[in-house]
């Protein structure tokens, strides 16, 4: 059983372009999680999404982020006009339920750099 | 509003020695919490969790972590600790009732274990 599998493992935009980072989520997972990692700042969560729908959205910045989880295929956190502040480490988890009660399993996280 | 705290950016401990790393929570209600583990340039893998029953919980790779409801706290443990324990560690809680689905995540432990 494959576990959740994020790409581009690395990602170099220039500023002003955008940044699409794709997840999978492991088989039979339908909630999945997106998170940003800077160092000194630990885990900051961003968006909770299950299929087609985007349950919550809180931690994402309003301008220039969005994300979304179709019915068929990986979900997409997307990035336009990146700017040099959005160098993080961007991870992708998903669990078979709710993570409030379930654990979560992560992917190896896309890093993000911006020139 | 839930929170956790690690008050420990880096834990150093001989192999051999046994090893804690610390871990406080505040919810308006009964926590459910959770430790994950991050080796370098990885996702988080779950450690181990605790919903209901036992204080006392087992989880993988020879760890554990005890539940104190009057301390407030959940603190990771394990008996003799290995150089291959060296990681960033992450501990994360949810409020049984009501709140938010996602975890709220620490800042994170750096585990130094040194030969």
């Known amino acids: 059983n494959a576990g959740v599998m994020q790409n581009p493992r690395h990602l170099v935009r220039r500023r002003g372009q955008e940044a699409r980072l794709r997840c999978s989520p492991m088989k039979g997972h339908s909630h999945v999680y997106w998170y940003r990692q800077l160092p000194e700042e630990g885990l900051k969560f961003m968006v909770y999404?299950?299929?087609?729908?985007?349950?919550?959205e809180s931690g994402m910045p309003k301008e220039r982020f969005s994300a979304e989880f179709p019915k068929e295929g990986p979900s997409i956190l997307r990035i336009q006009q990146v700017v040099r502040g959005d160098s993080a480490a961007y991870f992708c988890?998903?669990?078979?339920?709710?993570?409030?009660?379930?654990?979560?399993?992560f992917g190896p996280g896309t890093r993000l750099t911006v020139t | 509003a839930q929170s956790v705290a690690q008050p420990e950016d880096q834990v150093n401990v001989a192999e051999g020695n046994p090893l804690t790393v610390k871990c406080t929570y505040s919810?308006?209600?009964?926590?459910?919490l959770f430790w994950y583990v991050q080796y370098p340039n990885r996702g988080l893998q779950f450690l181990l969790k605790y919903i209901t029953g036992d204080n006392l919980v087992k989880g993988s790779y020879g760890f554990e972590a005890e539940f104190n409801k009057s301390q407030t706290s959940f603190h990771l443990k394990k008996p003799s600790a290995l150089v291959s324990d060296s990681a960033l560690y992450f501990c994360a809680v949810s409020e049984a009732s009501g709140g938010s689905y996602i975890p709220t995540f620490g800042r994170g432990t750096s585990l130094i274990v040194h030969p």
């Open positions: 999404l299950q299929k087609e729908n985007i349950i919550d």
């Open positions: 919810v308006s209600g009964n926590p459910y």
């Open positions: 988890a998903s669990s078979p339920q709710n993570a409030k009660t379930f654990e979560q399993y």
